[in-house]
């Protein structure tokens, strides 16, 4: 069983940067493949990055050259740094734990409660 919490949702101005934060429980966070996605009102769910054990990552389109996944394995936590935000990116992100790195939502076992994002034009 793993549990997640993310933090470091706001509001923010077009342009500007934030840093979500995902803390994992369990001693065995090194192993899980983490990935962000994000949900939209009346959107669904996108996938925005993933990052191996190994710190392989891989981003969707939308997000690449913005945004990057980044892990510390001693602190259990992985990191989504957000740069050049825009009203489009207002969503609600989630951070989720499973076995491999997948931009399939069904990949992931474990999901955190999410963290709101608005970005205001």
């Known amino acids: 069983q793993v549990q997640l919490v993310e933090s470091g949702g706001g509001l923010v101005q077009t342009g500007g940067s934030l840093r979500l934060s995902c803390a994992a429980s369990?001693?065995?966070?090194?192993?899980?493949?983490m990935g962000w996605f994000r949900q939209a009102p009346g959107k669904e769910r996108e996938f925005v990055a993933t990052i191996s054990w190994s710190e392989s990552t891989y981003y969707g389109d939308s997000v690449k050259g913005r945004f990057t996944i980044s892990r510390v394995n001693a602190k259990n936590t992985v990191y989504l740094q957000m740069n050049s935000l825009k009203p489009d990116d207002t969503a609600v992100y989630y951070c989720a734990a499973g076995g491999r790195p997948s931009s399939a939502g069904s990949a992931y076992d474990w999901w955190g409660q999410g963290t709101q994002v608005t970005v205001s034009s």
């Open positions: 369990g001693r065995t966070f090194g192993s899980y493949a």
